[in-house]
């Protein structure tokens, strides 16, 4: 039980420690708008609705 609880601690450190940046740290596009990441190197695992949401409409 003590072993559990440890780790349970550890991990609730670690992801405090990695928590999302302030909101206003974001403030420049990372690329898709100006197309600085090209369409070739965009993929997806799966989508809602393939037809209106696939990936070929990524952008």
Do not use: W
């Amino acid at each position: 039980m003590l072993v559990v609880l440890t780790v349970g601690l550890c991990f609730l450190g670690l992801s405090s420690a990695s928590s999302n940046p302030d909101a206003g740290e974001c403030r420049t596009a990372l690329g898709m708008e100006e197309e600085r990441i090209p369409d070739h190197a965009i993929s997806a695992s799966s989508s809602y609705e393939a037809k209106s949401v696939g990936p070929q409409n990524a952008r």
